[in-house]
């Protein structure tokens, strides 16, 4: 019997959370190691050359997001002809855009040396950039079009349980080969192999479970839509990636390695908000395809409110605790200069809108509305690369995410204006309150924190205790705005996330 709804919901995000819980682990393991035995240098440039790789990695941009939209229809009505002209037509497009990638991965790799001659020689950046390439090329163009069915029928719990394996074994394997005395060329091409595992799982998985047949016609009047949805992905990429190549091209390795080491832990905060929405898109586009916008319109505020707790909660807990962590983290590293406390606030307020944007950027690709919302997405990414690039010169890192904040808050509103017009037809001040209940709970949260005695902290168990106290102090403050502020709202939406996790029928 096929699960239902909130089952679904349940389990992708029990096993989306163990991931990024153990994501995150592994997350401080590899580049801590890398720091200790290679140096920043090694792990600016290991960070740069994947940014660099995912520019490339466009060319497969939208294609997802239209693949999963078309097969939310054909998979709530079990048409098993309509799923497999959908994936044939993907794994198709998918192997003409493998071949272009390859090529212009030879290029880069060529290239990208002179960026880093001042730390690297061209033969070491080059054959770096190649073996980089490897995992990239896997998890991208062998798969793609089974994982969409995955994800397109609510079972994101597949995909996190194969991730969980292979960011374990990744973690075993990259970390015993740095401490064995292996370069850095054989531990990323050890990585390499064991990112294969997941794709060729997908395949075999999709394929018993769906009888995909290869012999359907495709269907590529779902790819003609693809450019629509490629704005969005390409707005996503700058938001995600650009800031990394500015810093390379405009500053140094070293810098870069200092806002990845930042990012590493705030990104960490990210995936637990999106853990808790995995799987929403697909059950948004359920609710869609069989036309229930009652429902809809309820779980949607409930998801908002749900989404703007967590952020709020999460992030100022981070920007409280997030110079004495990276002080601990960094300890013995002197080859530039890690403790920077205004871009770690800068780095939790541009999360924070990462997180905001959420529900309403799952929702517009829940109802596959692209090309409507694709003037936001391109505006947002020529506002990031003229804000960061100018502000640069002035401002360094602080430069770069300050132009990232400002392209994300825009896309948040335009996406929440939208949501509202045109899918679930509501008030649009919710957003509104959702930044003021945020700015609230920081403006105190962070005051009575600020009493703590942080800067005692020197070890790992010091750190944690006072991220405990500090993570209590932000829930009080937090709950205690969230029921003066919409009481009402926030006690039906537990009751709904009770009744989820209890089981219950809802």
């Given amino acids: 019997m096929a699960k239902s709804r909130s089952k679904k919901a349940l389990l992708n995000t029990g096993f989306e959370l163990i991931l990024e819980v153990v994501t995150a682990v592994c997350s401080f393991i590899l580049p801590r190691l890398i720091l200790s035995y290679f140096g920043s240098a090694y792990n600016g440039i290991t960070s740069s050359i994947s940014q660099f790789i995912s520019c490339v990695a466009l060319l497969k941009s939208g294609i997802g997001s239209v693949t999963r939209a078309a097969l939310y229809k054909p998979l709530a009505e079990n048409d098993s002809e309509g799923i497999s002209a959908i994936v044939n037509a993907t794994s198709g497009f998918m192997r003409r855009v493998a071949l272009i990638f390859s090529a212009s991965i030879v290029v880069f790799s060529a290239l990208y040396p002179f960026l880093v001659s001042d730390e690297f020689d061209w033969m070491f950046a080059f054959t770096l950039a190649l073996i980089l390439s490897i995992s990239t090329f896997v998890q991208y163009f062998f798969g793609l079009s089974y994982q969409m069915v995955i994800q397109a029928d609510q079972r994101n719990y597949i995909i996190s349980i194969a991730n969980i394996v292979t960011t374990l074994l990744n973690t075993v394997v990259a970390s015993v080969m740095i401490v064995m005395g292996f370069g850095i060329h054989a531990v990323k091409l050890g990585s390499a192999f064991v990112f294969i595992i997941a794709p060729v ?60 080491i930042y990012y590493m832990v705030a990104n960490a905060v990210k995936k637990v908000v999106i853990a808790i929405g995995s799987g929403t898109t697909a059950a948004f586009g359920n609710m869609i395809a069989k036309k229930e916008h009652k429902l809809l319109k309820k779980r949607f505020a ?14 100022v807990t981070t920007a409280v605790m997030f110079v004495p962590f990276i002080s601990v983290y960094t300890s013995g590293i002197k080859d530039v200069n890690y403790l920077q406390p205004v871009f770690a606030y800068l780095v939790c307020i541009s999360v924070y809108f990462m997180c905001m944007k959420i529900p309403y950027e799952q929702l517009v690709y829940a109802a596959g509305e692209f090309k409507k919302t694709r003037n936001g997405a391109f ?24 132009g990232t904040i400002v392209a994300i808050g825009y896309r948040t509103i335009r996406y929440h204006l939208f949501v509202c017009r045109n899918i679930v037809k509501r008030s649009r001040s919710s957003l509104v309150i959702c930044f003021i209940f945020s700015a609230l709970s920081a403006v105190c949260s962070m005051l009575v924190c600020s009493f703590l005695p942080l800067s005692h902290i020197h070890g790992y168990m010091s750190w944690l205790i006072w991220a405990l106290a500090a993570a209590g102090i932000v829930v009080v403050i937090t709950t205690l705005f969230g029921l003066a502020i919409f009481r009402a709202k926030m006690i039906g939406t537990f009751k709904t996330m009770f009744s989820i996790v209890s089981f219950r029928k809802k």
């Fill in 201 to 260: 799982f997908y395949n075999i998985w999709v394929k018993k479970h769906y009888r995909i047949n290869p012999r359907i016609k495709p269907n590529y009047d779902i790819i003609g839509e693809r450019w629509d949805a490629f704005g969005h992905q390409v707005a996503n990429f700058i938001n995600l990636n650009t800031d990394i190549i500015i810093a390379t091209i405009f500053l140094n390795i070293r810098e870069v390695s200092v806002y990845t």
């Fill in 379 to 402: 505006a947002e990414a020529i506002i990031n690369i003229v804000l960061s690039v100018s502000s640069v010169f002035f401002l360094g890192l602080n430069g770069i995410v300050l």
């Fill in 302 to 315: 409930q998801f908002e409110l749900l989404i703007c707790f967590v952020s709020t909660v999460l992030l």
